[in-house]
């Protein structure tokens, strides 16, 4: 049976040999590296010749595994016959396939001939080290994988080699900080993550160490008192969360500080008085809201003029009338569901009234 198996293991290394057509004249360009290497022979049935000079698959239903004791063919092997698309990703990189699976380690280049990248796989499934780098040489993402799925830190790098990002990953989930940096190290952003969620403080900072914003989660949800900061320190917004929900005051200021929306939440619901302000601090539009729809009497201002009127879930209802600054009716006219309706009408004096029937509603905020 041995004395079989050498007389068809030198067979089909002729036969290799003597296949100009698969490119085998290039891997075993020299009889010297030919005598160095060992050759294993078991079924397979695919052709594909590997970069890294480790393996080899020659049509007929045999694998050639060639496994160099000394130095490997320098020369690079691009002939292949039709294959899957793994042997095709495989062809451009440098690895070891087993059962038809990706294993051993991978190696991708640039077009410029420079290592892109460094990784491995198991049984088909990425694991161990992840190295990408950039044209430049430069180390870009550094991680690793474990049966298939991102596990512990993973670091990113921009073309200038500074670390800008930071990930911790448990069985593919974020867990633990997610950190973010500019150029000259100092802190962007630091967020907590539990289980793939957001949870904990989470922070976010100016380039001068100013905080940016503050907010909190639980379980994913956001909680607690948000604020986010304008680069001078002037708060810019401010908010209260519960499980996911606004709830209780809001505040959304101007860049300079000033007021900008004043209000309240329940449930997720705008509820209460909200008053919204121009960016000269005047008053634009008052009035309450009821489970998130306007509600009740409003006033809102027109560049001077006010218009006064009810809202009935969220739509202008009854009578509605304009005002100018010395209180004097200058327009009126009727709602119904949001829609006008009758005459409108409109004059300097009150007491004559000219009917018009295009006149703007009131303007909503």
């Known amino acids: 049976m041995k004395s079989l198996l050498k007389i068809l293991s030198i067979i089909i290394v002729s036969l290799v040999l003597i296949l100009p057509c698969y490119g085998i004249e290039k891997f075993l360009s020299a009889e010297d590296d030919f005598r160095k290497m060992k050759i294993d022979i078991a079924e397979y049935d695919s052709v594909l010749y590997y970069p890294d000079g480790v393996t080899v698959k020659v049509v007929g239903g045999l694998y050639l595994e060639i496994m160099e004791e000394e130095e490997k063919p320098v020369e690079t092997l691009n002939d292949l016959e039709i294959m899957s698309d793994e042997e095709y990703e495989a062809s451009q990189t440098d690895t070891v396939y ?31 080290d992840f190295l990408q780098y950039n044209q430049f040489g430069g180390l870009t993402v550094r991680g690793a994988y474990s049966d298939g799925v991102k596990n512990g830190a993973w670091n990113y790098y921009d073309r200038y080699g500074n670390l800008y990002l930071t990930e911790v990953y448990t069985n593919g989930v974020l867990n633990g900080n997610r950190s973010g940096y500019y150029a000259d190290g100092k802190i962007k952003f630091l967020h907590e993550y539990k289980n793939g969620k957001p949870e904990g403080k989470w922070g976010a900072w100016y380039p001068d160490g100013k905080a940016m914003c503050e907010k909190y989660y639980l379980n994913g949800l956001a909680v607690g008192s948000w604020k986010y900061w304008n680069a001078d320190g002037t708060l810019k917004e401010s908010a209260d969360f519960y499980k996911g929900s606004y709830d209780k005051e809001y505040i959304l200021n101007y860049t300079d500080g000033k007021p900008k929306i004043k209000g309240s939440y329940f449930g997720g619901y705008k509820t209460g008085m909200w008053t919204f302000y121009d960016e000269s601090g005047k008053i634009t539009a008052s009035g309450e809201y009821k ?75």
């Not at 990706?102 to 198991?122: D, I, T």
């Open 98 to 128: 087993k059962s038809r699976k990706p294993n051993g380690q991978f190696f991708s280049f640039h077009p410029s001939g420079k290592l892109a990248g460094k990784y491995s796989f198991n049984e088909g499934l990425r694991d161990g």
């Open 291 to 365: 489970g998130g729809l306007r509600e009740g009497d409003w006033k809102i201002y027109e560049n001077g003029p006010v218009w006064e009127g009810k809202y009935v879930s969220g739509m202008k209802t009854g009578t509605w009338t304009q005002k100018d600054s010395a209180g004097k009716n200058i327009n009126r006219g009727k709602f119904e569901n949001d829609c006008r309706v009758g005459k409108w009408t409109s004059g300097k004096d009150y007491g004559n009234y000219k009917p018009r029937t295009t006149l703007n509603p009131p303007p909503g905020q």
